[in-house]
């Protein structure tokens, strides 16, 4: 019989498999969390934004550790997930999350935490932005790698445009002799950003007119093009409200035009994916448990609510700021849902089994 003082030599080993096992896409809890905490302040809910900024600092501290734990304990699995097409762009949410949560920080006025977390996620955009791509897809000898196509190399779009907002964020408080530089830095990354989109969307819709659709294979992470699509209005509007600069002033006219028609696609991805859930788990009957693919769908939802504050902000355009205020609060109902989901997972997997032993 099992005494209580196996209990933790139980537990034990299933906190290490879960750190062996940690899905590579994690810090979109960090960027959800924070794209949330974002909205909320906006819209002047400061003691409920201030609660989503804790939960966005803590989700990051924690991932962090736990990858740092990974890359020590584990190394040949994570580089097997450098390898992994369906997991290798999930380490580009570490950019995203790095600069979600500075921005946030910079709201809070932590401007100089603000700029160390930009320095990181430019270095780290630099580095995965090239790295990832070779070693999925490049790098490899399978051929035709198109097959392996899917929502998360969206990604890769997405951590450019929050290199994009962060600049554009920092510019305002930045010294003079900066202010040109991070102007350069957000239309480069911005315009880089929207390249890569352009690029994954026609491998994606390859994938998906050339070989079968299963229902197993339109996870969550696919509603990451509505999100990379959102950012890049965000970071749009962001661009349009810089100061005077030689690059912004030679773009500004394109990147308001082109962000009005960014958002007006993304609005009409929402039904489509929407469409797609539908399929998956109600007409095919897949299960819809909790798995951390679904934080790729709640950051899309809150980014497509910020997006629209700042772009009718922006542009002066009531309506789409409307439209985000109401969707912001349809983000936070899934937010929740999503944690109470993760928390019953981590609950189920974790605790109660050494509980049930320990008794």
Request: hydrophobic share 60%.
């Amino acid at each position: 019989m099992t005494t209580a003082t196996d209990a933790p030599q139980t537990f034990g080993p299933r906190v290490v498999e879960a750190v062996q096992t940690l899905n590579p896409g994690y810090f979109a809890l960090t960027m959800a969390s924070g794209i949330m905490s974002v909205g909320l302040e906006l819209e002047g809910f400061h003691a409920l934004s201030a609660a989503f900024l804790v939960i966005c600092a803590l989700s990051y501290a924690v991932i962090l550790i736990l990858n740092v734990l990974r890359l020590i304990m584990f190394r040949a699995d994570m580089r097997h997930d450098f390898l992994d097409p369906g997991r290798a762009f999930g380490f580009l949410t570490f950019i995203a999350g790095t600069n979600v949560f500075g921005v946030r920080l910079g709201m809070a006025g932590w401007p100089r935490t603000t700029e160390l977390l930009f320095v990181i996620a430019v270095l780290a955009w630099l580095a995965l932005g090239y790295i990832v791509p070779w070693t999925a897809v490049l790098g490899r000898e399978e051929r035709p790698v198109v097959k392996d196509a899917n929502g998360t190399w969206f990604i890769w779009c997405v951590a450019s445009q929050s290199v994009s907002v962060a600049a554009a964020s920092i510019e305002p408080l930045a010294a003079p002799d900066w202010r040109a530089a991070l102007a350069l830095a957000a239309v480069v990354a911005w315009s880089v950003g929207l390249i890569l989109y352009a690029a994954v969307g026609i491998f994606v819709s390859l994938r998906l007119m050339t070989y079968p659709i299963r229902a197993e294979d339109l996870r969550p992470q696919y509603f990451v093009a509505m999100g990379a699509m959102a950012i890049s209005v965000l970071a749009g509007a962001r661009i349009v409200e810089m100061a005077d600069a030689p690059m912004v002033d030679a773009t500004r006219g394109l990147v308001a035009g082109a962000s009005v028609v960014f958002w007006a696609f993304a609005s009409w991805l929402f039904p489509v994916l929407l469409a797609a859930g539908w399929w998956r788990h109600v007409i095919h009957r897949v299960p819809l448990s909790y798995e951390p693919g679904l934080w790729s769908v709640i950051f899309p939802l809150g980014m497509y609510a910020v997006a629209g504050i700042y772009l009718g902000r922006a542009d002066h355009l009531p309506l789409v700021a409307a439209i985000g205020r109401m969707e912001l609060w349809l983000a936070v109902a899934a937010f929740l849902l999503t944690l109470a989901g993760m928390l019953w997972h981590l609950w189920a997997t974790l605790v109660r089994p050494r509980l049930q032993r320990a008794g």
